[in-house]
């Protein structure tokens, strides 16, 4: 089975886009987020046309929005409004091998790294905490997060640690949230089971660098993760790079998991 997760930014904007990622990872399953679309206008036959028959999605008009695609039979799962915003950031699902599938759209955060003098990264922060506290009280079980977090934690998830350290996306406070988040429900990341740590890895390029590749200054903001009970079954990563250099891309590229049966 092969989970893909992508920032679409815009999915009516990027179908054809979509329709390409599908062509060349062929995942079973699509964690879509800023699918930027109400409910009403969500491209369901397009998506189907991709051979995506089961749908789930949760969307407002130009912002935020999640959905998840899949070509194999899914059920609703738990989910919450976060921070009690009601701006679809969360939607889940069961697979039908019983795993949990959950798809996040964690806040930018806005510019300023200081939640006293910025709400957005306030919001960001008290997200990252509102995760912690709802997966630590769960039993382990099989479970899959992926998303768009908007935290690149490592230091060769960003092009230059000693530069963004002050740079939203890369702060100590961020990271240690994101952290802790992980530590509360023993999540493991396995894009990084697969490309050793040491080793610079980005999804995710500024529109601001209309030359990209160009320097290369990107971030690793795309992750999925897995519980311990679902280590023995993870089989191999992909992110697929190329994408950012596609016609009318997305900012953010896809990144894909395979997991054994």
């Known amino acids: 089975m092969r989970i893909a997760t992508w920032n679409i930014n815009s999915l009516r904007l990027r179908m054809p886009a979509l329709a390409e990622v599908c062509n060349k990872l062929n995942p079973d399953v699509v964690c879509l987020q800023e699918t930027k679309v109400t409910d009403e206008l969500f491209p369901e036959i397009d998506v189907r046309a991709l051979g995506f028959e089961h749908i789930l999605y949760s969307g407002m008009k ?26 679809c950031r969360h939607i889940s699902a069961t697979l039908p091998d019983g795993t949990e599938l959950h ?23 008290d997200f990252l905490a509102e995760m912690r506290d709802w997966f630590a009280p769960m039993k382990q ?25 002050k740079v939203v996306s890369h702060t100590p406070v961020e990271v240690e949230g994101l952290g802790a988040v ?17 080793e610079e890895l980005f999804t995710w390029w500024s529109y601001r660098n209309r030359t990209w590749p160009g320097s290369n200054r990107g971030r690793r903001l795309d992750h999925i993760w897995a519980t311990p009970a679902l280590e023995g079954r993870l089989v ?22 395979d997991l054994a049966d």
């Open 103 to 125: 798809n996040f759209y964690v806040p930018a955060g806005g510019d300023i790294p200081d939640p006293e003098e910025n709400e957005k990264f306030a919001h960001k922060l």
């Open 141 to 165: 079980a099989p479970r899959i997060l992926v998303g768009d977090l908007n935290i690149a934690p490592l230091e060769t998830d960003v092009w230059s640690h000693k530069q963004l350290l």
């Open 236 to 257: 191999g990563a992909e992110v697929l790079t190329e994408a950012r250099g596609w016609e009318k891309p997305s900012d953010h590229v896809p990144v894909a998991l």
């Open 182 to 198: 992980m530590e509360a429900h023993d999540w493991i990341d396995t894009t990084r089971r697969f490309v050793p740590p040491e």
């Open 62 to 87: 130009s912002y935020n929005g999640v959905a998840i695609l899949s070509k194999l039979p899914i059920e609703a799962a738990q989910t919450r409004d976060w921070c009690g915003k009601g701006d």
